[in-house]
């Protein structure tokens, strides 16, 4: 079992920067693909961005270049570190972490969420 807590979210203004925290606790953090999505009112919940175990990162295109996820297996905390952010990224944001064996998902984990507003 692995609990994840989300925190960082916050109202900023269009081009500002935000970063975003989620605390893992319960099994051993570094087996975990590590990843956060997000989901706009009325839209599904997309991919931002994936950390694996090996530290290999994924982006969705719509925030690459902008968006930075890294994690500290120390910590047992992965970060999303947010720059020049648009409108269009006003969502809440979710952590998951997330097992694969043999290309099948033995465990998949995910936090409460935190809001991100970005309005001027």
């Known amino acids: 079992q692995v609990q994840l807590v989300e925190s960082g979210g916050d109202l900023v203004q269009p081009g500002g920067s935000l970063g975003l925290s989620c605390a893992a606790s319960g099994s051993d953090f570094s087996i975990y693909a590590m990843g956060w999505y997000r989901q706009a009112p009325g839209k599904q919940r997309e991919l931002v961005a994936v950390?694996?175990?090996?530290?290999?990162?994924n982006y969705a295109d719509s925030v690459k270049g902008r968006f930075t996820i890294s994690r500290d297996p120390a910590k047992k905390t992965v970060y999303l570190q947010m720059n020049n952010l648009i409108p269009e990224d006003t969502a809440a944001y979710y952590c998951n972490a997330r097992r694969v064996l043999a290309s099948v998902v033995r465990e998949n984990y995910w936090g409460r969420g935190t809001q991100v507003t970005v309005s001027s």
């Open positions: 950390i694996t175990s090996g530290g290999n990162t």
